[in-house]
């Protein structure tokens, strides 16, 4: 291959990183797909360009142009017969339909690169790994906690077996998130903590981010609210040098529901709004049900009752809504249960989320 056709493509890769406008990056993926025309398509450089791009575009929201990619990178990789790649292909179209909502759609796609991998493969450990890593992801989301952490604990051990350190700080951070959501907080602090530490050895600003966000969540659920906000507003840091709006995201909702917790509602409104606009970019529904689910407690609060009693059910009727979402609304449920409130009716479709949104913040703030 020409040398630099690959030195073009993967500088393209790292721009499209970087660009935050919509029209440039449009503009940088023409480019690169013409680059890629002077890649031999059975080159398996050019299938991990078409994989890395797809992922890198997932993450920046851009679902359509990610889709394209790496339904690309499938083709050429059973073209080729490199079940590996196949099997990576599958998995990041998996994680594209999760970061969507989409999570039936994508324990589909990950049981057909399962299939094509093989349960315990001899070869392409670190792709194995990296399934189990987004199965685990793709439980979580559906509240199946057990599985998901069978998972992580399968990834944590083959990372730990072919010594990717940078895998093994993901699964352990993965297998934290899960301990922390069964309320086991030591077993979590132990395993943060440890990605924490590989993230800081390798330089790993993403690593720590994650570590980070995931340590902020601990505290935020034993209420010391200034450790968590210190962690939290750190991983916000580092998430946004890195142009990675979901991190953001995540860390500025728990913000926002810090603040809410401490009464401090001109905080909880900058960093919500700091939340929506990042959903907004990254094409991010499940975080905006999550935002919206911090705005609950606003109503609550106030006494709002039956305002509060239909945005619940909006946010638990749509299809994109994340378990711990659920579990993180349980408590207004109950105050709402003992309060005389009116039979709720008139429920928004999921297809009015943004009127919905816009309509809750002219009501709160």
Not at 47 to 55: R, V
Not at 116 to 130: F, M, Q, T, W, Y
């Amino acid at each position: 291959m020409d040398n630099s056709s690959f030195v073009t493509a993967q500088r393209l890769i790292e721009e499209i990183k970087r660009e935050e406008d919509a029209k440039k990056i449009a503009g940088l993926i023409a480019t690169f797909e013409q680059a890629l025309g002077a890649i031999p398509q059975d080159d398996p450089a050019r299938i991990d360009f078409l994989l890395t791009a797809g992922e890198v575009l997932y993450e920046k929201g851009k679902y359509k142009d990610s889709s394209h990619l790496l339904e690309s990178g499938l083709e050429q990789a059973r073209k080729a017969q490199m079940k590996g790649k196949q099997a990576l292909a599958l998995g990041l179209l998996a994680d594209l339909e999760r970061v969507q909502g989409n999570y039936r759609n994508a324990l589909s796609k990950l049981m057909q690169a399962r299939k094509v991998l093989g349960e315990n493969p001899d070869h392409d450990k670190d792709i194995s790994a990296r399934l189990h890593i987004i199965s685990g992801l793709n439980n979580m989301s559906l509240g199946e906690y057990q599985n998901s952490r069978e998972a992580f604990y399968e990834a944590y051990q083959v990372y730990s077996q072919i010594g990717d350190l940078k895998g093994k700080a993901l699964a352990a951070n993965r297998l934290g998130t899960i301990a922390t959501m069964q309320s086991e907080y030591a077993e979590a602090e132990k395993y943060l903590q440890e990605s924490l530490s590989l993230a800081k050895q390798l330089n790993d600003r993403h690593g720590m981010a994650g570590a980070l966000l995931n340590l902020g969540e601990i505290q935020r659920h034993l209420g010391q609210f200034a450790e968590a906000r210190a962690c939290y507003m750190e991983a916000s840091a580092l998430f946004a040098e890195l142009g990675l709006h979901r991190g953001m995201c995540i860390a500025e909702n728990n913000l926002g529901h810090i603040a809410i917790q401490m009464q401090d509602y001109p905080a909880s409104k900058r960093h919500y709004l700091t939340a929506l606009e990042c959903a907004k970019i990254a094409n991010l529904t499940p975080d905006k049900l999550d935002t919206l689910a911090g705005l609950v407690f606003i109503f609550v609060e106030r006494g709002q009752y039956n305002d509060a009693a239909l945005l619940i059910q909006f946010i638990l009727r749509h299809p994109a809504h994340l378990q711990e979402t659920e579990e993180f609304l349980e408590s207004a449920q109950q105050v709402i249960a003992n309060k005389q409130t009116q039979p709720v009716t008139d429920v928004p479709s999921p297809d009015q989320l943004e009127q919905v949104i816009a309509e809750t913040l002219d009501k709160v703030f």
